[in-house]
């Protein structure tokens, strides 16, 4: 059984108990920190990513099969900055791949952390990070974030219906352009359909922004550890 | 006919289907029992190949699915549970036309059959309304009308009459048996099983993905199967 690509997946791993404001944490810094990585050190936080994510129970199989689109879409335009570079092709051939190889850690990295985190926990954490800012709701940003943290899972996930739909009544004997087109209108109208439900759903049971919550996020000893351990990486990638 | 053997199918880790061995004849009419969750659905959509197993075989008049899943589609018209996610056009005659079209047939066929399935259904009314805007009821209907204008040899219908009013209810067994005199198979997957008790000649109950009891509904009902959660029908109790 397939998956909704991103989505969470219980597990009892390492990664699964860091709370989810280290890992959140450590997302953005280290992702800010390979802007700027040489080759090098790019190639070696994409190989730490992989071990991150294996221990996760993340495969790489998984992941390439869930992002394949961008890789296809990183792959063109490598390509095209390699034919357009000025320097010539050779130079723009390795620009673009190491920037293209930097988004994909990146990536790696945003999916590992998605596929080992509760989204009511990303939400929890939203909200801790916004609280001391004032004249922000921040419940509302953190129920925001969280839903659109689903929203890809989502439209992943309606897609896959809508593939359901018309390999029933046989629709895989269509042309290639009938059935993007078929798919692409059907899943735009569920997935906005499907929104309004949800925020239907929201609100009749009685959605507020003065909500507790069921789970708590515990902040422990490795979980500092773990951002320690994220920035160092960021700053290497930097100063490197 | 419709066959499986020793077929097994695990859906995120646990086994939906259990060794299920199952033989149903062209031109039956098989009611599907049991609890929420015992694998009724998911023994349909093997027959007409959107799930195949993972272990064992389905054959569709011999041929196994997993290697000719558009035959099995072909022959069997699956109408779904959640019938709103079986929506695929923007309005109800497209979405009925969509399965004929699919068939490669004539304008005028198509449009033959389109008018044939939705009064069937008692849905001409709704032709050129959008699918999205339609009530549970009216959508069940327009689902149906969808499979029924492929004229499949075998209906696998899922909890076709959820959501129906009585009329509605009439029409959809008066078409079904309609098609099952016709020679068609009919497989229904319900909860409901009152309306059809009469007219099925088999009943099949799944527990935990395998068959628990298989026979006439009248020897399962007369025996009572509230031990696998499902209701028994007003005239045996
Ligand atoms: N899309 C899915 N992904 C993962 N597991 C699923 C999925 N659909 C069903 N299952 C699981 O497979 C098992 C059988 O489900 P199935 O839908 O076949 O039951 P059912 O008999 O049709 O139930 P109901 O009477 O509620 O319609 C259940 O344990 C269910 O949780
Ligand atoms: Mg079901």
């Given at each position: 059984?397939?998956?909704?690509?991103?989505?969470?997946?219980?597990?009892?791993?390492?990664?699964?108990?860091?709370?989810?404001?280290?890992?959140?944490?450590?997302?953005?810094?280290?992702?800010?920190?390979?802007?700027?990585?040489s080759?090098?050190?790019?190639?070696?936080?994409?190989?730490?990513?992989?071990?991150?994510?294996?221990?996760a129970?993340?495969?790489?199989?998984?992941?390439?099969?869930?992002?394949?689109?961008?890789?296809?879409?990183?792959?063109?335009?490598?390509?095209?900055?390699?034919?357009?570079?000025?320097?010539g092709?050779?130079?723009?051939?390795v620009?673009?791949t190491?920037?293209s190889?930097?988004?994909?850690?990146?990536?790696?990295?945003?999916?590992?952390?998605?596929?080992?985190?509760?989204?009511?926990?990303?939400?929890?954490?939203?909200?801790?990070?916004?609280?001391?800012?004032?004249s922000?709701?921040?419940?509302?940003?953190?129920?925001?974030?969280?839903?659109?943290?689903?929203?890809?899972?989502?439209?992943?996930?309606?897609?896959?219906?809508?593939?359901?739909?018309?390999?029933?009544?046989?629709?895989?004997?269509?042309?290639?352009?009938?059935?993007?087109?078929?798919?692409?209108?059907?899943?735009?109208?569920?997935?906005?359909?499907?929104?309004d439900?949800?925020?239907?759903?929201?609100?009749a049971?009685?959605?507020?922004?003065e909500?507790?919550?069921l789970?708590?996020?515990v902040?422990?000893?490795?979980?500092?550890?773990?951002?320690?351990?994220?920035?160092?990486v960021a700053?290497?990638?930097?100063?490197? | 006919?419709?066959?499986?053997?020793?077929?097994?199918?695990?859906r995120?880790?646990?086994?939906?289907?259990?060794?299920?061995?199952l033989?149903?004849?062209?031109?039956g009419?098989?009611?599907?029992?049991?609890?929420?969750?015992?694998?009724?659905?998911?023994?349909?959509?093997?027959?007409?190949?959107l799930?195949?197993?993972?272990?064992?075989?389905?054959?569709?008049?011999?041929?196994?699915?997993?290697?000719?899943?558009?035959?099995?589609?072909?022959?069997?018209?699956?109408?779904?549970?959640?019938?709103?996610?079986q929506?695929v056009?923007?309005?109800?005659?497209?979405?009925?036309?969509?399965g004929?079209?699919n068939?490669?047939l004539?304008?005028?066929?198509?449009r033959?059959r389109?008018?044939?399935?939705?009064?069937?259904?008692g849905?001409?009314?709704?032709?050129?309304?959008?699918?999205?805007?339609?009530?549970?009821?009216?959508?069940?209907?327009?689902?149906?009308?969808?499979?029924?204008?492929m004229?499949?040899?075998?209906?696998?219908?899922?909890?076709?009459?959820?959501?129906?009013?009585?009329?509605?209810?009439?029409?959809?067994?008066e078409?079904v048996?309609?098609?099952?005199?016709?020679?068609?198979?009919?497989?229904?997957?319900?909860?409901d099983?009152?309306?059809?008790?009469?007219l099925?000649?088999?009943?099949?109950?799944?527990?935990?993905?395998?068959?628990?009891?298989d026979?006439?509904?009248?020897?399962?009902?007369?025996?009572?199967?509230?031990g696998?959660?499902?209701?028994?029908?007003?005239?045996?109790?």
């Amino acid at each position: 059984m397939t998956r909704p690509k991103f989505a969470y997946r219980d597990g009892d791993t390492f990664v699964h108990g860091v709370d989810a404001r280290a890992k959140l944490t450590a997302l953005v810094v280290v992702s800010l920190g390979l802007t700027w990585a040489s080759a090098g050190v790019t190639a070696a936080v994409g190989v730490v990513t992989y071990l991150v994510a294996r221990s996760a129970g993340v495969s790489a199989r998984e992941l390439l099969r869930d992002v394949r689109l961008v890789l296809v879409i990183l792959v063109v335009g490598t390509v095209a900055r390699a034919v357009s570079d000025p320097a010539g092709l050779v130079p723009g051939a390795v620009a673009g791949t190491v920037a293209s190889a930097r988004f994909v850690v990146i990536i790696a990295l945003a999916y590992t952390v998605s596929a080992t985190t509760r989204p009511g926990d990303i939400r929890l954490a939203v909200e801790s990070f916004l609280e001391p800012l004032p004249s922000v709701e921040e419940t509302d940003w953190g129920t925001m974030f969280a839903t659109a943290a689903r929203f890809f899972p989502l439209v992943f996930e309606e897609s896959r219906r809508v593939r359901d739909a018309r390999k029933a009544r046989l629709g895989e004997r269509r042309s290639w352009y009938s059935r993007v087109r078929s798919t692409a209108f059907t899943l735009l109208i569920r997935t906005f359909r499907r929104a309004d439900t949800v925020a239907l759903a929201v609100e009749a049971r009685a959605y507020s922004s003065e909500r507790s919550s069921l789970r708590g996020l515990v902040w422990e000893r490795t979980d500092t550890a773990f951002i320690l351990v994220a920035c160092s990486v960021a700053v290497v990638a930097v100063v490197v | 006919m419709i066959r499986f053997e020793g077929v097994a199918h695990e859906r995120d880790g646990e086994r939906a289907l259990d060794g299920v061995s199952l033989e149903i004849d062209s031109g039956g009419f098989v009611l599907l029992l049991g609890r929420n969750g015992s694998g009724k659905t998911t023994l349909l959509r093997h027959m007409n190949a959107l799930l195949t197993p993972d272990e064992g075989s389905v054959l569709v008049d011999g041929v196994p699915t997993d290697e000719d899943g558009e035959g099995a589609r072909r022959k069997v018209g699956m109408v779904f549970q959640d019938a709103g996610s079986q929506i695929v056009a923007e309005t109800v005659k497209d979405d009925v036309a969509f399965g004929p079209e699919n068939l490669g047939l004539e304008t005028d066929e198509i449009r033959e059959r389109v008018d044939e399935a939705v009064s069937a259904v008692g849905a001409t009314a709704l032709l050129d309304r959008s699918p999205y805007e339609l009530s549970g009821g009216e959508l069940r209907r327009v689902a149906l009308a969808g499979v029924l204008a492929m004229r499949p040899d075998v209906l696998a219908l899922d909890e076709p009459l959820a959501d129906l009013d009585y009329e509605g209810e009439k029409a959809v067994v008066e078409r079904v048996v309609g098609a099952n005199q016709d020679g068609k198979t009919v497989v229904v997957a319900t909860h409901d099983a009152e309306p059809f008790v009469d007219l099925a000649e088999r009943a099949v109950v799944l527990e935990d993905g395998s068959v628990a009891e298989d026979g006439t509904p009248d020897e399962l009902f007369s025996r009572g199967l509230e031990g696998y959660g499902v209701r028994t029908p007003c005239s045996y109790r």
